[in-house]
C-alpha cells in the first residue's frame, strides 16, 4: 500500500509552489529572533552608581568622593550599591574644602538610598534602569528572561495538541498574533511584573509559532527538501533575524521604543494568509478529504504538472483513518531498555545544548568590544552553522557530525579561561567559535532526533526532548547572570557540558542511510560494548562488539 508520500510524488519534489512555501514559511520565523534574543540590549546593564542628591550644596570633588573605590578583578571602580553617609560628607565637606586631605576609610558606609544614576553613553533607558534592577534586585533581570524561557517551555507542550486539533495553518497565524499583539503590550508596561507577565506570554507565543511553521512545511514539501528546510530555511531565517537585531538596537536606544519597533515587523505577515494553505496531510488524518484534494490540485496547477483522476482510494483512505485513531502516551518513550535510554540521553543532551547556547547568546555584554558588533558576529556565525550542518547532514553520519560539533563548541568555551587578560579579542572569537559549534548542534539535534524514534511516537519523542531543551533555555539566563559576578565561570560550566553532551551522542545509534522505524521494535539499538571469553585448546577467544553492529573478533594465543 502506497504511503502519503508516493501518494504526491506526481507533485515533483521542487516545483515553483514548494519553492514559494518555502521562503514563506521561512520568512515567518525571522520576527522569532528578535523576541527571544531582544533582552540582550532591552536588558542590559548600564553603568551605574549611587545618586547624590542634586539638592545637597557639595562641590564636584567631594560629590565623586562620595562614591567609594572597590576593587573588581583588576580594575579600581565606583562601587555600585554603596556609598559614604551623605550626613556625614555634608559635614566633612564643610570642614575640609578638599576631599584629598581626609582619609575615607573612616566613614561608614551606607546602600543607595536615594536610587542609581545610569550612564547615557549606550542607552537612553533599559528595563534595568527603568526599574533599578541592580544590587539587591540584581536577580530580577535574569529572570525576566527566564520567565520568557518558562512561557516557551509550556507553549511547545501545548502548540503541538493545539496544532493537531485546530491545524497547522491557523496556529501559525494565532500564535504569530499572541507574539506581535502581548510584545506591543509589553513596550508599554508600567512595572517590571506586568513586564514579566507580558514576556511569558511572548515566548509562549514565539515557540508556537517557531514548532507550527517546522512543521507545517515538513509536511507539504518532499522528504527530499525536510532536511534544508530545517537547516538553510528556518533556520537561517532566524538567524538574519538575530543579524537585524543588532542593528535596531543601534539606531534606537530606548528599550521601549526599540521593543514597539520590532513587534510592528509583525504586521507585515498579515498577507501570508492567503499564500499558505493548510497541511493536506493534516486535514486527511481528520477525514476532510475534499478539500486535502483541493489543495493537492492546487499545487499541481501552480507546478503545471496533471493530478490523477483519483487521488486516493478507498483502501487508503481507510488505512490513513485507521492510523489516525491510534493513541500512544509518553509512558511509549519509556517502554522498553532501548527507547527509554535513548529518550534519557536526548533529554540530557537537548537540555545541555539549549542551555549553553542561550547562555552564549545572552553574553553577548560580557564579552570585549562593542555589543552590537559581538551580537551580529554571533548571528553571522549562526549562518554559517546553518549552513554546515546543512553539509554535515549530507555527507557525514548524524552521530559524529552531532558529537564533533559538539566537542568543537565544548572545548573552546573550556580553555577561554587560559587565555591572558590583554589578549580578549581572543577570548571573542572562541566564544564565537563556540557559538558556531552549539548552533551547528542544535541544527543537527532536530533531524537525528526525528530519525532516531519510530514513527509511532516521532512528534512526542522530538516534542518531549524539545520540552528538555526549554528547561535549559531556562537556566541560561542564570549562566549569564554568573558572568557578571566571575569572569571565567560560565565558560567553564558550559564547556565541561557540552563536553559531556558529545561524549554522551556516541552511545545513540547511527541513523543515516537507514530506514526510518515504523514501531519500537524497529528502532536502532543503543552502543554498548560487550565481551563474551570462549576457551578453545590454547586459544582465548574475545568475542567483543556494539550492539547493533557487526561483532568483531579479537583472538590472543596464550602463551605456554
Not at 540590549?41 to 549611587?50: L, T
Not at 571602580?77 to 553617609?85: H, L
Not at 543537527?444 to 522530538?462: D, Q
Request: aromatic share 14%; glycine share 6%; hydrophobic share 45%.
Amino acid at each position: 500500500m502506497r504511503d502519503y508520500d508516493e501518494i504526491i510524488a506526481f507533485l515533483g519534489e521542487w516545483g515553483p509552489f514548494q519553492k514559494i512555501v518555502f521562503f514563506l514559511l521561512s520568512l515567518s520565523v525571522l520576527p522569532n529572533a528578535f523576541s527571544g534574543l531582544s533582552i540582550v540590549f532591552v536588558g542590559d546593564i548600564p553603568e551605574h552608581r549611587c545618586l547624590v542628591p542634586g539638592n545637597l550644596n557639595l562641590s564636584e570633588a567631594w560629590r565623586n568622593r562620595t562614591i567609594p573605590l572597590v576593587q573588581e578583578g583588576d580594575k579600581l571602580q565606583y562601587s555600585k550599591c554603596r556609598r559614604y553617609r551623605v550626613d556625614v560628607i555634608m559635614n566633612l565637606s564643610e570642614t575640609f574644602p578638599d576631599p584629598d586631605s581626609f582619609n575615607m576609610s573612616e566613614v561608614e558606609q551606607e546602600p543607595c538610598l536615594d536610587g542609581w544614576e545610569y550612564s547615557k553613553d549606550q542607552y537612553i533607558s533599559t528595563i534595568v534602569s527603568e526599574w533599578d534592577l541592580v544590587c539587591n534586585n540584581d536577580w530580577k533581570g535574569p529572570f525576566s528572561m527566564s520567565v520568557f524561557f518558562v512561557g516557551v517551555l509550556i507553549g511547545s507542550f501545548i502548540s503541538g495538541q493545539l496544532s493537531d486539533r485546530f491545524g497547522r495553518k491557523i496556529v501559525l497565524f494565532g500564535t504569530m498574533a499572541v507574539q506581535t499583539v502581548f510584545s506591543i503590550f509589553q513596550a508599554f508596561s508600567p512595572n517590571w511584573e506586568i513586564f514579566c507577565i507580558l514576556n511569558f506570554l511572548v515566548g509562549f507565543g514565539q515557540i508556537s509559532n517557531y514548532v507550527a511553521a517546522f512543521v507545517l512545511g515538513s509536511e507539504i514539501l518532499g522528504k527530499s527538501i525536510r532536511v534544508m528546510y530545517s537547516t538553510l530555511g528556518v533556520g537561517i531565517s532566524y538567524a538574519i533575524g538575530y543579524m537585524l537585531l543588532p542593528l535596531f538596537a543601534y539606531f534606537i536606544r530606548s528599550w521601549q521604543m526599540l521593543i514597539l519597533a520590532l513587534s510592528l515587523n509583525g504586521l507585515a505577515y498579515i498577507p501570508l494568509w492567503w499564500f499558505i494553505p493548510e497541511s493536506p496531510r493534516w486535514l486527511l488524518t481528520k477525514g476532510t478529504v475534499q478539500e486535502a484534494e483541493a489543495i493537492l490540485r492546487h499545487i499541481a496547477k501552480r507546478n503545471g504538472v496533471t493530478p490523477p483522476e483519483v487521488l486516493f482510494n478507498d483502501l487508503e483512505l481507510e488505512d490513513m483513518k485507521a492510523k489516525s485513531k491510534q493513541s500512544y502516551s509518553i509512558i511509549h518513550l519509556f517502554k522498553t531498555h532501548n527507547i527509554r535510554a535513548i529518550t534519557l540521553l536526548n533529554f540530557l543532551i537537548w537540555m545541555i545544548l539549549a542551555a549553553v547556547y542561550f547562555g552564549l547568546s545572552l553574553s553577548t555584554p560580557n564579552l570585549h568590544g562593542d555589543d552590537y558588533l559581538n551580537c551580529f558576529f554571533a548571528a553571522t556565525m549562526e549562518v554559517l552553522a546553518y549552513v554546515g550542518a546543512w553539509l554535515f547532514l549530507q555527507r557525514f553520519p548524524r552521530r559524529f557530525s552531532l558529537s564533533g560539533s559538539l566537542f568543537l563548541g565544548g572545548v573552546v568555551l573550556f580553555f577561554i579561561q587560559l587565555i591572558p587578560s590583554n589578549l580578549l579579542i581572543i577570548t571573542t572569537v572562541l566564544v564565537m567559535i563556540g557559538k558556531f559549534g552549539t548552533t551547528c548542534a542544535f541544527s543537527i539535534v532536530y533531524v537525528y532526533a526525528a530519525e532516531l524514534y519510530p514513527t509511532a511516537v516521532r512528534n512526542m519523542g522530538v516534542g518531549v526532548s524539545s520540552m528538555a531543551s526549554r528547561l535549559g533555555s531556562i537556566i541560561s539566563p542564570y549562566i549569564f547572570y554568573i558572568g557578571v559576578h566571575h569572569e571565567f565561570l560560565p565558560f567553564i560550566l558550559m564547556g565541561s557540558f557540552t563536553v559531556l553532551s558529545a561524549i554522551l551522542t556516541l552511545f545513540l545509534p547511527e541513523t543515516v542511510n537507514i530506514p526510518l522505524p515504523d514501531t519500537i521494535d524497529q528502532m536502532q539499538k543503543m552502543k554498548t560494548f560487550k565481551c563474551s571469553n570462549t576457551h578453545r585448546n590454547n586459544d582465548h577467544s574475545y568475542k567483543c562488539g556494539n550492539t547493533g553492529e557487526n561483532n568483531m573478533v579479537i583472538n590472543k594465543k596464550e602463551e605456554i
